[in-house]
């Protein structure tokens, strides 16, 4: 409860028969003219306002704030909520559950240890598509969803009744993104503070990085590691500094057969070429007014992929537009639009008396510009325009395929047809390598890409043939597009105008549909889609994330043996944010993103080597090429089926009790008491070693002395790379972890249903089949050399042996060090590893948050410097003094890096100290962050 208001601004609000206490901005000259994004900062910092941690001065600097300057303003941000999803909730409520324990040891009250302001986890991260292409998909993948994660799901029920503020909504109900802007996201938020209701604006930090989906209803709010949401939820706020925002203008209008995936694909190509990592975005001007509210949670779900904090849209008209349809209450209704016309939060650039908000920069897109795309084969700011498609994936393919494994002519099964023309450099191993990243479109030659035609009878019979580019996986899934009526029936009716001119999928495409929640079923059942989906093959497979965390379950086996039997690079499209290798499915080298109706398309054509202008999908009965321009649906008919198909009801029927679950969830044996009962036997949830050995005071900070490299790493490593979501290898630590401790093989389940475990996940760390660790070159996955005995051992091994002989760790890294999901465990497994410092050229934002609250210490290479200009080549020994200055409550801006080869030659520089703000040297001092909150609540 805020204690201090120096400028007065506490007030009342009348909406109807309510009186709400309201922060007023008014009472603050300067805040006025502020971005909408800063205006929410504004009223968080005066609401919450204590004298000591947030000051006036804080509230003064937003006011005065420069939009020219670079930020070095910190400020203490409250969220107003925690939304968590399984996979990162999971090992969250372990967490809440140690420190209950921890703060009995140090002599608190474990009682302490609940949420002080709303915490909700969604589970949807779990279902797995085992099952795909017949009727009773759905029914079968939940089925073995419960089997596989019984153990966590009783572990979460126990947290829904252990602690206070924490619900739970449970599976198969629909995936977090969707399910908080359709029902969870207030808006405006109120809560009872000490007898009196309060209103302010609904502000969220999440556990997935595309928390920032939310921007698109009016609510700040974005990704953070698990540790700093659990610091949220135990009610520290998040150290941050005033950010720059960008001021993005959208005008025009879509054009026809453009889809909203397409505008947030080129929104993603343009901001991330123009560099907004660690700003804010936010759409401004007279063109938000035609922006509908799903095109707008689109474009804020793909804030991570182009690399800003958040990507926010202002409240308006559209937005109540849309909480109308979605069910919320008429006082909900009129308290945002009283509160936000009140706040000048209200954006109507025709209103009288509008100002315009100034922006640190400014960017414009015109929509009518925007031309059908898709992004791949490894990242979602790769875009390619999809009439150049063809041609950018023979250009591609150069990168995933190598002549030299099958020469010409020598040792190939007869029945392998293999073509590598001789005017093609792959032909002579001169085909880059593929951690050069993909090649540009426009630069291959679809009439000379590698072929390797390999003949396979799939299991209904049907003979066929395999070749390098062919789609095995067409997966509509993914918030970032399922949110979105416009494009799933644009999908839809695709697939019943394709049904009708008599075409049909591949026989070696796996295709689902993964909904984003139960409404998607209902407005394709209302509109009498579904029997057309179907027929391709898109039956529902369950309500969850699904192919876009890589749970797109196992190809058929007959397909995988021939894949991973012949080296196919093979291909799948799906309609979600992520496409990161090893992400998607293990036998998969190639990953496009792509609309839900080119998902469908996609699945048709069968493979990438197609140009959807001017080759046929198919034939009619009379043998009439069908083109994808014949069966793509106009404009009209999409809404039209929009405004028939959708209504209100289907929201409040499908959130009527959401928290309540299915029989399956209200079944679960639930165990009670204050701490939980830990399992000695479990292999999902275990409690993890943070805290052993904790003593109440921390330990001076220490120089790091005598380090080795454990990996050395290139550009773009994802936190997929550092720590895979997907599936568990046999052979891999993790596997054998499983093996010896008596799972089946088929019981492995992914590493992330097992982030509750830590002894699985530290096993995991940098383990991803795809990680190009520069030490062992030429090999994939999770290997090192152990400089200790010289031999080639997996990162693991390495990492136990340096620990038995008390040799601390490095890793060092590239550009975007870190980009991807806001996964905790990549930073807790690197912690645990033994990693005291990770060295890059730069970070993505969140990463280099968790790498801090894991007491890990971030470093940059000097301006313009990398490892390889400085000529380490990760063999050294390390050596990095002057991190004792934490000690004395300052910050070194650098550190003094002294790397010894192994003929005694020394590389010596200064590395930048990435710990940008005071409360993160407070958290790295203590070990952690959450160390810092467990001694901050024994000693408060």
């Known amino acids: 409860m805020s204690s201090v208001d120096s400028f007065g601004s506490k007030g009342g609000l009348q909406v109807g028969d309510t009186t709400y206490e309201i922060y007023r901005l008014a009472a603050v000259p300067g805040l006025e003219k502020l971005p909408y994004s800063l205006k929410v900062l504004a009223e968080n910092l005066l609401r919450t306002e204590d004298g000591a941690n947030i000051t006036a001065d804080h509230v003064r600097a937003l006011a005065g704030w420069d939009p020219a300057a670079e930020p070095d303003t910190e400020i203490q941000f409250t969220p107003a909520r925690v939304i968590m999803q399984d996979f990162t909730g999971v090992p969250c409520v372990v967490d809440l559950a140690t420190m209950r324990e921890a703060v009995a040891e140090l002599g608190g009250d474990p009682q302490r240890i609940n949420p002080l302001a709303p915490a909700e986890l969604v589970i949807d991260h779990s279902v797995q598509i085992d099952v795909a292409g017949r009727s009773d998909a759905f029914e079968r993948n939940v089925a073995l969803e419960y089997e596989r994660n019984f153990e966590r799901y009783q572990f979460l029920r126990w947290g829904q009744t252990a602690f206070d503020d924490f619900k739970v909504v449970p599976p198969g109900t629909g995936i977090v993104h969707q399910v908080n802007i359709e029902y969870l996201a207030r808006t405006i938020m109120t809560r009872e503070v000490g007898g009196v209701l309060r209103a302010y604006p609904d502000t969220c930090v999440g556990t997935d990085s595309h928390t920032t989906m939310v921007n698109g209803l009016g609510v700040l709010g974005w990704g953070v590691g698990g540790i700093e949401a659990e610091a949220a939820m135990l009610g520290q706020p998040v150290s941050m500094l005033i950010p720059r925002v960008v001021g993005f203008r959208l005008s025009g209008q879509i054009p026809a057969g453009v889809t909203a995936t397409d505008v947030v694909l080129t929104i993603t190509q343009q901001l991330?070429?123009?560099?907004?990592?660690?700003?804010?975005?936010?759409?401004?001007?007279?063109?938000?007014?035609?922006?509908?509210?799903?095109?707008r949670a689109t474009i804020g779900n793909m804030s991570p992929e182009f690399g800003s904090t958040a990507a926010i849209f202002p409240i308006d008209g559209v937005t109540m537009e849309y909480l109308r349809l979605t069910g919320r209450s008429q006082a909900q209704l009129e308290l945002v639009e009283a509160y936000a016309k009140e706040q000048g939060l209200w954006h109507d650039p025709s209103a009288a008396g509008y100002v315009e908000p100034v922006f640190s920069e400014y960017l414009e897109l015109d929509l009518g510009t925007v031309v059908p795309s898709i992004a791949g084969p490894k990242r979602p700011q790769d875009r390619i325009e999809l009439s150049g498609a063809k041609e950018a994936f023979a250009s591609s393919i150069l990168d995933y395929v190598d002549a030299g494994d099958h020469p010409r002519g020598t040792g190939l099964d007869e029945s392998v047809e293999e073509t590598f023309p001789a005017s093609d450099p792959i032909a002579a191993g001169e085909h880059a390598d593929a951690s050069d990243g993909p090649a540009e479109a426009g630069h291959g030659d679809s009439a000379t890409r590698p072929h390797k035609r390999v003949p396979v009878t799939l299991v209904d019979g049907t003979a066929t043939e395999l070749d390098h580019g062919h789609v095995v996986i067409a997966s509509i899934t993914s918030c970032t597009n399922t949110s979105n009526p416009s494009v799933m029936l644009a999908a839809a009716l695709l697939a019943k105008k394709a049904v009708d001119k008599g075409l049909t999928a591949k026989p070696w495409v796996k295709t689902s549909m993964a909904p984003g929640s139960k409404v998607?079923?209902?407005?394709?059942?209302?509109?009498?889609?579904?029997?057309?989906?179907?027929?391709?093959?898109?039956?529902?497979?369950?309500?969850?994330?699904?192919?876009?965390?890589?749970?797109?379950?196992?190809?058929?086996?007959?397909?995988?043996?021939?894949?991973?039997?012949?080296?196919?690079?093979?291909?799948?499209?799906?309609?979600?944010?992520?496409?990161?290798?090893?992400?998607?499915?293990?036998?998969?080298?190639?990953?496009?993103?792509?609309?839900?109706?080119?998902?469908?398309?996609?699945?048709?054509?069968?493979?990438?080597?197609?140009?959807?202008e001017n080759e046929p999908l198919g034939h009619t009965d009379a043998g009439e090429p069908v083109m994808l321009a014949d069966i793509w649906p106009s404009p009209a008919e999409v809404q039209?089926?929009?405004?028939?198909?959708?209504?209100?009801?289907?929201?409040?029927?499908?959130?009527?009790?959401?928290?309540?679950?299915?029989?399956?969830?209200?079944?679960?044996?639930?165990?009670?008491?204050?701490?939980?009962?830990?399992?000695?036997?479990?292999?999902?949830?275990r409690k993890p070693p943070y805290f052993e050995g904790m003593t109440p005071e921390p330990s001076p900070v220490q120089d790091i002395a005598g380090a080795r490299v454990l990996a050395k790493l290139g550009d773009s490593v994802t936190t997929d790379h550092i720590s895979p979501a997907g599936s568990i290898k046999a052979?891999?630590?993790?596997?054998?972890?499983?093996?010896?401790?008596?799972?089946?093989?088929?019981?492995?389940?992914?590493?992330?249903?097992?982030?509750?475990?830590?002894?699985?996940?530290?096993?995991g760390t940098f383990a991803n089949i795809r990680l190009r660790n520069q030490l062992v070159p030429g090999v994939e996955g999770g290997f090192t050399v152990n400089h200790l005995d010289g031999a080639?051992?997996?990162?693991?091994?390495?990492?136990?042996?340096?620990?038995?002989?008390?040799?601390?760790?490095?890793?060092?890294?590239?550009?975007?060090?870190?980009?991807?999901?806001?996964?905790?465990?990549?930073?807790?497994?690197?912690?645990?590893?033994?990693?005291?410092?990770?060295?890059?050229?730069s970070f993505e934002r969140i990463h280099r948050s968790n790498l801090i609250g894991m007491g890990v210490l971030p470093l940059?290479?000097?301006?313009?410097?990398?490892?390889?200009?400085?000529?380490?080549?990760?063999?050294?020994?390390?050596?990095?003094?002057?991190?004792?200055?934490?000690?004395?409550?300052?910050?070194?801006?650098?550190?003094?890096?002294?790397?010894?080869?192994?003929?005694?030659?020394?590389?010596?520089?200064?590395?930048?100290?990435?710990?940008?703000?005071?409360?993160?040297?407070?958290?790295?001092?203590?070990?952690?962050?959450?160390?810092y909150v467990l001694r901050s609540l024994v000693t408060a």
């Open 520 to 612: 998607v079923t209902d407005y394709y059942e209302k509109a009498g889609l579904w029997p057309y989906l179907e027929k391709l093959g898109f039956h529902l497979v369950g309500y969850g994330c699904a192919t876009c965390i890589g749970n797109s379950g196992p190809l058929p086996e007959e397909v995988s043996a021939v894949v991973n039997e012949h080296d196919l690079s093979v291909v799948s499209v799906l309609s979600g944010n992520r496409n990161f290798e090893g992400r998607i499915n293990p036998d998969v080298k190639m990953n496009y993103l792509a609309s839900p109706p080119l998902v469908v398309a996609y699945a048709l054509a069968g493979t990438m080597d197609f140009d959807f």
């Open 860 to 931: 940059q290479f000097p301006a313009g410097e990398s490892a390889d200009s400085l000529g380490l080549d990760g063999t050294e020994t390390f050596d990095i003094a002057g991190v004792t200055a934490l000690n004395d409550g300052t910050t070194p801006r650098t550190v003094a890096v002294r790397a010894t080869k192994a003929d005694g030659s020394v590389v010596e520089f200064d590395a930048v100290v990435r710990i940008d703000t005071p409360g993160e040297a407070d958290y790295y001092r203590n070990g952690g962050i959450l160390q």
């Open 272 to 295: 991330r070429g123009h560099g907004v990592v660690g700003k804010f975005v936010e759409f401004y001007g007279e063109g938000v007014a035609a922006v509908p509210l799903a095109n």
């Open 640 to 685: 039209s089926t929009i405004d028939s198909a959708i209504d209100r009801g289907m929201f409040t029927k499908d959130y009527a009790d959401v928290f309540a679950g299915d029989e399956r969830w209200q079944a679960l044996p639930t165990p009670q008491g204050a701490t939980f009962a830990w399992d000695a036997e479990s292999t999902y949830v």
């Open 792 to 841: 080639q051992t997996t990162i693991y091994d390495a990492a136990q042996a340096y620990a038995a002989a008390g040799v601390p760790l490095v890793i060092l890294g590239g550009k975007e060090y870190g980009s991807g999901s806001s996964r905790d465990w990549a930073a807790k497994g690197t912690a645990l590893l033994g990693v005291k410092a990770v060295i890059t050229e």
């Open 731 to 763: 052979d891999s630590p993790a596997g054998t972890y499983l093996a010896e401790h008596g799972v089946e093989r088929r019981d492995f389940n992914s590493y992330g249903s097992r982030r509750g475990n830590h002894e699985v996940m530290i096993r």
